[in-house]
């Protein structure tokens, strides 16, 4: 290949090959990023060689890294993390000391060094923030209770992670002695630039680029914003990552965060699909053809450890066993930070060559097999379910009922209790087969099911039913079973529970028009009752209670048309706050004036 087009012959390539391998995997059921890493083998020294220069790829792939810690760091605001206190320190702090506790035994017998081993058996219990959010992501399970605590093992791994990336150079660097004078003055001095830049310098700059309304310009100097905090960390001797996630938390509580976050994601995508090519690229094939049993046993052995670890932390938080189960399956494999963590101990001496190598196979190993262990655990799971289902569901009754209702919790219960009271028969299904017991006590008719599954609704006789309440709690369930029967059932007129207005919104983009938001006459009514306590007139309350009902569906229905704009929405929210505060004023002026 001529010199001059190397560059774009080395793009070709990582796009061609992450074009056709993603894909693939995907279809068999693997997360994307086990198909990066096969990209990364094909085209590097130990495939195709259309790719040699890895450690160029792997410079450039680092950026992958950085913009992910900058995200993470967006998401970290200090309201947000002390929120998180308890699930970051319990649950994190617990996962982090069981895991390098369990994984320092051995590693004490494979390196001389004790402290090189506890760090490595440290960076070895981090999980994969990339690949843990993606699959749950990817499997809709983020907001599950298994997925919101591997969220806060993650945040809390991500954190420690920071430091460490720091410690390393100064334990093990045959120059600390001679750096100790200048380098923490330095150090103080670009966290101090960094923390005064984004108070006093970058926000009013980026007021500035969005009065321009040039989007395209705010993208430019959020890149900008990035790699320039990272090279000022990179001159005083830290890493880039720990600059970029340090400018993430100090921007996390601005007004152009999501803004922020949106215009970095694709090119996160892209540079963490690099990076993760790149790893791909790495992987000393050598090694493993020669060593494949012992490389599979220590990676079979290391993710043992890790699934205990994170089971026994699931069960001294009292998890149930399944809960415990999912979040330690989803955490078993090791992180993208063992790639910088292992070639920082490497570059100090502090580990040999053949064992950053060798904890690399082991890390990218965990990360192939982990997916395999998931869609395993997912195939069992659905057996199990599919014949409990088969048991239970086989004995629908014949009769046209018309009304079904989706969800039979507390919310779903109100519907049937006063449906019950009209005698308006009706066809109850939940997923809860502990809840279906209780309720089936008292006397009611309920089937056990999915109610998202399509030849279910049809067998509950969604096809003659006039009415469908969706009042499960889980959005994504809730979406699927919206999106199911507008499809396939769209005489049903669709009655709908949502846990906020983001759902509401995703709601009404299937076309829902009856939508109540679970929270919101609760609180309306439970003001009220306050207002009235308060000693304001009961029919001045009553009044102002109505005018808010009709403003808050006015303001839905609004923001509704610009919900995909953060900007718009925000203007539109504002317009009608301050028109609402326009009309009560000029009712309490007439009513002075009577």
């Known amino acids: ?84 206190k308890y699930k970051l320190l319990g649950l994190g702090g617990l996962q982090i000391l069981f895991t390098t506790l369990g994984l320092s035994v051995p590693l004490f017998y494979l390196l001389p060094n004790p ?42 791994q991500d954190l420690a992670a920071i430091p460490a990336l720091t410690l390393i150079p100064i334990f093990w660097s045959a120059h600390a002695a001679s750096t100790t004078g200048l380098q923490p003055l330095k150090i103080i001095a670009a966290f101090v630039v960094i923390i005064l830049a984004s108070r006093f310098a970058v926000r009013p700059f980026f007021r500035f680029i969005v009065k321009s309304n040039n989007r395209d310009l705010f993208t430019v100097t959020t890149l900008a914003l ?50 993760f090519v790149s790893v791909g690229m790495s992987m000393d094939i050598k090694m493993l053809i020669n060593q494949p049993l012992l490389l599979l046993t220590v990676t079979l052995g290391y993710m043992a450890i890790k699934f205990c670890a994170l089971f026994l932390v699931g069960k001294v938080f009292r998890f149930k066993n399944e809960v415990s189960r999912q979040m330690a399956l989803n955490l078993s494999q090791g992180s993208e930070f063992a790639f910088v963590l292992m070639a920082s101990l490497y570059e100090f001496k502090a580990i040999s060559e053949y064992h950053r190598s060798f904890f690399i196979l082991v890390v990218i190993l965990s990360m192939c097999l982990s997916p395999l262990l998931l869609v395993l655990h997912d195939r069992l799971n659905a057996k199990i379910h599919k014949n409990a289902f088969e048991k239970e569901f086989d004995k629908f009754d014949s009769e046209e009922v018309p009304v079904l209702i989706a969800g039979f919790g507390r919310f779903g219960q109100i519907f049937g209790r006063l449906l019950r009271i009209k005698n308006i028969p009706f066809v109850a299904i939940d997923h ?40 499960v709690d889980n959005v994504e369930t809730s979406l699927k079973i919206a999106e199911l029967a507008k499809e396939n059932f769209p005489h049903l007129k669709i009655y709908a529970r949502a846990r906020n207005r983001g759902h509401a919104f995703q709601l009404m983009d299937l076309g829902v028009s009856h939508i109540k938001r679970e929270t919101i006459d609760s609180a ?71």
Request: charged share 20%.
């Open 1 to 84: 290949m001529p010199e001059n087009h190397q560059l774009e012959f080395a793009i070709l390539a990582f796009l061609g090959a992450s074009v056709f391998f993603v894909p693939l995997f995907k279809r068999l059921g693997l997360d994307s990023i086990v198909g990066y890493i096969a990209a990364g083998i094909t085209i590097g020294p130990f495939g195709f060689r259309l790719i040699t220069d890895v450690g160029r790829s792997m410079q450039l792939a680092e950026l992958g890294v950085i913009l992910l810690l900058f995200v993470i760091g967006l998401e970290l605001q200090p309201s947000k993390l002390w929120q998180m």
């Open 115 to 156: 402290s090189a081993a506890f760090m490595a058996a440290f960076t070895l219990s981090i999980s994969s923030t990339a690949f843990a959010l993606q699959s749950l992501s990817e499997r809709r399970q983020l907001n599950t209770e298994h997925g919101r605590s591997a969220f806060a093992i993650l945040l809390m």
């Open 226 to 275: 990035v790699l320039g905090t990272a090279l000022l960390m990179t001159q005083v001797g830290l890493s880039m990552a720990l600059g970029t996630f340090v400018a993430g938390v100090l921007l996390a509580d601005s007004e152009y965060r999501h803004a922020i976050e949106a215009d970095i994601a694709p090119f996160k995508g892209l540079f963490m699909g690099l990076f």
């Open 432 to 471: 809860n087969s502990e809840q279906i017991d209780v309720i089936r006590r008292f006397g009611n008719q309920i089937y056990y099911g999915d109610a998202s599954r399509g030849d279910l609704l049809e067998a509950a006789g969604a096809r003659k039913a006039k009415f469908l309440v969706i009042a």
């Open 524 to 594: 309306i009514n439970f003001t009220e009752e306050l207002l009235v306590d308060y000693g304001l007139p009961p029919q001045e309350v009553e009044s102002l209670v109505s005018k808010f009902r009709s403003y808050d569906l006015e303001t839905l229905a609004e923001q509704f048309k610009v919900h995909r704009n953060e900007n718009e929405m925000i203007a539109v929210s504002k317009q009608a706050a301050q028109q609402f505060s326009e009309t009560l004023r000029a009712d309490a002026e007439a009513s002075i004036s009577k």
